[in-house]
């Protein structure tokens, strides 16, 4: 019997750990134009799905992320109508944010066409109802290229990047944060995934420093995410809007009745306002980004 097939995670590499994976079945792997791609079945994880070494989504575990990357900032802004995910191939962000009746438009800036191409046979309990859905615009560009130059306005910015490596390095950028403030509305807020505190604190501490040169309000919320190893995840935060972190609990479960109380597994108007209580070496870290 052929042995057993293991894919190691090598995010961590440089910090001497691995987490490794058993292969159920190898469902697709390619070498695209920008990346390595495999998805494969894991026995506990479902369809896990890597890019150039690092875990992006698994069936498992891709509530948590999806809808704290979403509903946070749609729910704290409470009137937003038009969104912009840059990055976010398999489409798991998208189809939380068209959950939104109040949303006009979605566009979504994907640089790698064939991470969406797969979903749509590998992930279509993500892609089937964003792509049948007239608010939703995909454009394949880099992201950096399409906010220099847009003449769109957005109420929310959701940066679902890979890791600050390859194609995604420069959606880490201060050029990319200040390209983005240029279309954002006013009151508009920008989430970002900002790795995980305890193995990333520079990630973190150079973000919130862009953020604070850029934004009245800078920071991040946190949540946990068993494949995206290291306890805490931080998303970064970045609106002028000082307020809309402190949405309390009472606006925010008035404004998901009025969005109609959609099924959710991990978000709550309770879980948003505790995501910004900070454990305090990630306030430490965040305020280490504070300019000086
Ligand atoms: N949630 C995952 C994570 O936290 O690691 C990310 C998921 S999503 C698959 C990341 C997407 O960002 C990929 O599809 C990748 O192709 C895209 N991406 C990377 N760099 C990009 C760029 N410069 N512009 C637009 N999309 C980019």
């Keep these: 019997m052929?042995?057993?097939?293991?894919?190691?995670?090598?995010?961590?590499?440089?910090?001497?750990?691995?987490?490794?994976?058993?292969v159920g079945r190898v469902l697709y792997e390619v070498q695209t134009e920008h990346q390595h791609l495999v998805l494969f079945e894991h026995k506990f994880f479902g369809k896990m799905l890597m890019l150039d070494g690092a875990t992006q989504v698994t069936t498992a575990?891709?509530?948590?992320?999806?809808?704290?990357?979403?509903?946070?900032?749609?729910?704290?802004?409470?009137?937003?109508?038009?969104?912009?995910?840059?990055?976010?191939?398999d489409c798991g962000i998208a189809e939380e944010v068209l959950k939104h009746k109040t949303i006009k438009r979605l566009t979504q800036v994907e640089i790698?066409?064939?991470v969406v191409e797969?979903?749509?046979?590998?992930?279509?309990?993500?892609?089937?109802k964003v792509l049948a859905d007239k608010r939703?615009?995909?454009?394949?560009?880099?992201?950096?290229?399409?906010?220099?130059?847009?003449?769109?306005?957005?109420?929310?910015?959701?940066?679902?990047?890979?890791?600050?490596?390859?194609?995604g390095k420069v959606l880490f950028s201060s050029k990319f944060y200040?390209?983005?403030r240029r279309c954002m509305r006013k009151g508009g807020v920008m989430v970002t995934q900002n790795?995980?505190?305890?193995?990333?604190?520079?990630?973190?501490?150079?973000?919130?420093?862009?953020?604070?040169?850029?934004?009245?309000?800078?920071?991040?919320?946190?949540?946990?995410?068993?494949?995206?190893?290291?306890?805490?995840?931080?998303?970064?935060?970045?609106?002028?809007?000082?307020?809309?972190?402190?949405?309390?609990?009472?606006?925010?479960?008035?404004?998901y009745r009025k969005a109609g109380r959609f099924p959710t597994r991990y978000w709550t108007p309770e879980v948003q306002v505790a995501a910004f209580a900070l454990p305090r070496f990630i306030a430490d870290a965040v305020a280490a980004g504070a300019p000086r």
Excluded at 139 to 160: E, H, L, P
Excluded at 204 to 226: E, N, T
């Design 112 to 114: 790698d066409a064939s």
């Design 61 to 89: 575990d891709e509530f948590i992320y999806h809808e704290m990357m979403t509903h946070v900032p749609i729910f704290a802004h409470g009137n937003a109508k038009e969104v912009l995910i840059v990055g976010g191939g």
């Design 118 to 128: 797969f979903s749509k046979e590998h992930f279509p309990e993500f892609t089937r």
């Design 195 to 255: 790795g995980v505190p305890i193995f990333q604190p520079g990630e973190l501490k150079s973000g919130v420093a862009k953020f604070r040169r850029l934004f009245a309000d800078g920071g991040c919320y946190v949540a946990a995410i068993p494949t995206y190893v290291g306890g805490h995840m931080a998303m970064g935060w970045a609106t002028d809007n000082k307020k809309l972190r402190h949405t309390p609990v009472a606006t925010l479960a008035a404004r």
């Design 178 to 180: 200040t390209a983005c």
């Design 136 to 167: 939703f615009d995909l454009i394949i560009d880099d992201g950096m290229k399409y906010v220099a130059r847009t003449d769109r306005r957005f109420d929310v910015i959701i940066v679902d990047s890979t890791d600050p490596q390859g194609p």
């Design 2 to 22: 052929a042995a057993k097939r293991w894919i190691p995670e090598k995010l961590f590499d440089d910090l001497g750990f691995r987490m490794t994976y058993e």
